[in-house]
């Protein structure tokens, strides 16, 4: 899990005038992608996480407090079965999952052009300005992730550093939470992204203590403003 893959291209995201929660689950996201004729852009780089280090992150921070960072993770079932890739907003607790066919860095930047495509380029600033992740071979495709196909940043990514999941204890302890619906080690073969959504629907209208009777959907609305633009709940 330590190599590192960059890849340096993306592909277009035209904005989206709106979007519902239903919208934003049913992200296109191939199990495998194949390109006839186009070279593959995926390559080992252990340079990918200069600058992006956890040290990195911190002095991030430092220089701008008003940033909300969003942790992501992968959550697995048993070797050579799907995926889950979860999304946390640190702001909030609120969590999303998309399932993935395969664990590579090529799954995990088709869910977040997905999103990209679907919210903009400014909402997608808004809610995903800083993303913190592990040194998963999955996440290492930094570039992917960060610009989108015009060569135009869109966010910016950090790792932990090897071996330290407490520096993103907050996505690991909310998988908690998935483990209690989907235990560890059971396949995810068989399942589909709106019976992953039915989960996270009732992970994410539970309440937190100091949150009064607002659920955390409810929460996240308030603190991103554009989301009552893009997502409307049933």
């Known amino acids: 899990?330590?190599?590192?893959?960059?890849?340096?291209k993306g592909r277009a995201a035209p904005d989206s005038a709106s979007m519902t929660v239903q919208n934003a689950w049913d992200v296109n996201v191939p199990g495998s992608v194949t390109l006839r004729g186009v070279k593959e852009?995926?390559?080992v780089d252990k340079s990918c996480r200069k600058g992006r280090m956890f040290?990195?992150?911190?002095e991030y921070l430092k220089d701008n407090p008003d940033v909300s960072?969003?942790?992501i993770d992968t959550v697995e079932g048993i070797k050579g079965s799907p995926v889950l890739?979860?999304?946390?907003?640190?702001d909030t607790s609120f969590m999303l999952a998309f399932l993935r066919g395969a664990n590579t860095a090529r799954s995990v930047s088709d869910v977040f052009d997905g999103l990209y495509s679907l919210l903009g380029i400014e909402s997608f600033k808004l809610l995903f300005p800083v993303i913190l992740t592990d040194n998963g071979s999955e996440f290492s495709a930094?570039?992917?992730l960060e610009k989108d196909a015009g060569g135009i940043r869109r966010c910016r990514v950090f790792y932990c550093d090897p071996s330290s999941p407490f520096q993103k204890g907050a996505i690991e302890n909310n998988h908690e939470l998935i483990r209690r619906i989907i235990p560890k080690g059971k396949s995810f073969n068989g399942l589909s992204q709106p019976q992953i959504q039915l989960m996270m629907d009732h992970i994410i209208r539970?309440?937190?203590?100091?949150?009064g009777y607002f659920c955390k959907v409810a929460v996240i609305f308030a603190i991103h403003k554009s989301?009552?633009?893009?997502f409307t709940i049933a």
Do not use: N, W
């Open 55 to 58: 040290s990195d992150f911190t």
């Open 69 to 71: 960072p969003v942790q």
């Open 41 to 43: 852009h995926f390559k």
């Open 85 to 90: 890739l979860t999304v946390h907003f640190l």
């Open 1 to 8: 899990r330590s190599e590192s893959i960059c890849r340096g």
């Open 142 to 144: 930094p570039m992917a």
């Open 227 to 230: 989301f009552h633009s893009y």
């Open 206 to 211: 539970t309440t937190e203590s100091g949150l």
